[in-house]
């Protein structure tokens, strides 16, 4: 079956640092990936994604570029905000299929 | 525009009695989830509708859980009878097209206590 796997968090680091959230997946075919964005207590939202092989997905200063050979989806941000402090879901859907699969969601708190 | 709502934001009752949990997508979309939220679980999809129509409910975790969508502007969630392991939030999301694009717009969440 289909599977995401992120790194533990949280993960903790200082304002204007470089961000990096691993990402790998397990999925037959050729699936679409994602990056959800959860602030304290509100919903999940969309922050970048990417359907094909070598495509790089960009949004708010992140950014993150499908790597088929490797089977991942790293996110990475240059230097982050106080503001970014969240928590980050990589995802994956098939092709054919009707179904988000999330990983476990990554807790990243930046310090001023 | 509204986003997808959910009601009520926070729930907290006691074991036995019977939880309703309400969702009304954006407006045109025609797929609505719902998803589980705890720390030992993550995020958990408990059943998906598609024009309406469940689609798979799979992920609802026993007969105690019950899910409807008598219209394309409304949705709930029920569990009868509640135990505190249902302690959790529940998102509903929503999204549109054809077929499944993985762009999904989240309800801010019903935090669920269980006593």
């Known amino acids: 079956g289909n599977s995401v796997t992120q790194m533990e968090g949280p993960v903790t680091l200082s304002e204007e640092a470089f961000l990096t959230i691993n990402c790998t997946y397990t999925a037959t075919g050729y699936p679409s990936l994602f990056w959800y964005v959860q602030y304290p207590g509100e919903g999940l939202q969309l922050l970048l994604k990417a359907t094909k092989a070598d495509d790089k997905g960009s949004n708010k200063g992140f950014e993150a570029t499908y790597r088929k050979e490797t089977t991942s989806f790293h996110l990475e941000k240059g230097s982050v905000q106080v503001s970014d402090s969240a928590v980050y879901f990589c995802?994956?859907?098939?092709?054919?299929?009707?179904?988000?699969?999330f990983g476990g969601g990554t807790r990243v708190l930046v310090k001023p | 525009d509204a986003g997808v709502i959910q009601s009520p934001r926070h729930e907290v009752t006691e074991m036995g009695q019977e939880v309703t949990l309400r969702c009304k997508p954006i407006s045109g979309h025609n797929s609505l989830f719902w998803y589980r939220q705890t720390m030992m679980r993550g995020l958990e999809l408990l059943i998906y509708f598609n024009n309406n129509v469940p689609i798979d409910d799979s992920g609802m975790p026993e007969d105690r859980f019950s899910a409807k969508m008598p219209n394309a502007s409304f949705s709930t969630l029920k569990i009868q009878p509640s135990e505190p392991r249902d302690s959790a939030v529940y998102f509903c999301?929503?999204?549109?097209?054809?077929?499944?694009?993985?762009?999904?717009?989240f309800g801010e969440g019903s935090r669920l206590t269980v006593l």
């Open positions: 995802a994956l859907i098939k092709a054919a299929g009707n179904k988000l699969t």
């Open positions: 999301a929503s999204s549109f097209g054809a077929r499944a694009t993985g762009e999904l717009f």
